[in-house]
């Protein structure tokens, strides 16, 4: 199964800063990379496919970026609606695996 | 609205087994793939099995082939997972989603693999003695 590995695993910041998110492949996945938001009790939500093609609905602040192995989530202005999990996930391979996730805490 | 309700969820003891629903409106169910992925408590998501649009085609991830079985039915826009032989390490919150499958198709060969999207409330299935 190809394993992603997502960091950092927490971070603190505050509203308005600009926050990135990576994730690394242990093989190529080409561009089949998606991320996802997750609040606490609730299900995921999608924000990207394709490594960065944004979801409808989803505000432009989100965006993302790489290919092959390296890939990255960034929040341009962090809002106090962000505060949340985010994971990775690939659909290259069979399994489709996820990265381990990233809570997003207030500073 | 597109909308997907699991349930079927519970306390089961290990060796039993349990039988999730998710009712889905809201699209075209029979179009899609499906998909069913887990969540522990307090830990990551894990994709557990996903569907073709007729059910011709099942996949599953190895810690649960053999015990699990995704199935359809179309006309009822419903999906389901038939679980037995469950473990402590089977309690997780299930959740149902819309898979975005198949990822790239050319010279009518299609290769599978998708996004998750929408996905359902989720049902929480305890497997404890």
């Known amino acids: 199964a190809i394993r992603i590995t997502q960091s950092p695993s927490s971070l603190s910041a505050s509203t308005g800063d600009r926050v990135t998110i990576t994730c690394r492949a242990s093989?190529?996945?080409?561009?089949?990379l998606a991320w996802y938001q997750q609040k606490p009790g609730k299900a995921p939500k999608l924000l990207i496919y394709a490594a960065s093609t944004l979801q409808s609905g989803v505000p432009s602040r989100f965006s993302g970026s790489g290919s092959g192995t390296d890939f990255t989530l960034t929040i341009s202005c962090l809002q106090s609606e962000d505060f949340a999990t985010y994971y990775c996930?690939?659909?290259?391979?069979?399994?489709?695996?996820f990265g381990q996730g990233t809570k997003v805490e207030i500073k | 609205e597109v909308q997907l309700v699991e349930s079927g969820g519970g306390l089961v003891q290990p060796g039993g087994s349990l039988r999730l629903s998710c009712a889905a409106s809201?699209?075209?169910?029979?179009?899609?793939?499906m998909s069913w992925v887990r969540q522990a408590p307090g830990k990551g998501l894990e994709w557990v099995a996903n569907?073709?649009?007729?059910?011709?085609?099942?996949y599953y991830v190895d810690s649960v082939k053999g015990r699990f079985t995704i199935s359809r039915d179309n006309a009822k826009n419903s999906l389901y997972l038939q679980m037995n032989s469950l473990r402590a390490e089977d309690t997780a919150v299930y959740y149902c989603?819309?898979?975005?499958?198949?990822?790239?198709?050319?010279?009518?060969?299609?290769?599978?693999?998708?996004?998750?999207?929408?996905w359902g409330q989720g049902t929480l299935v305890t497997v404890s003695s």
């Open positions: 093989q190529g996945i080409s561009s089949y």
């Open positions: 569907i073709k649009q007729d059910g011709s085609e099942k």
């Open positions: 809201g699209f075209t169910f029979s179009s899609y793939w």
């Open positions: 989603a819309r898979d975005s499958s198949p990822r790239y198709c050319t010279n009518g060969v299609c290769y599978k693999g998708g996004w998750f999207d929408p």
């Open positions: 996930q690939q659909y290259y391979s069979y399994p489709q695996t």
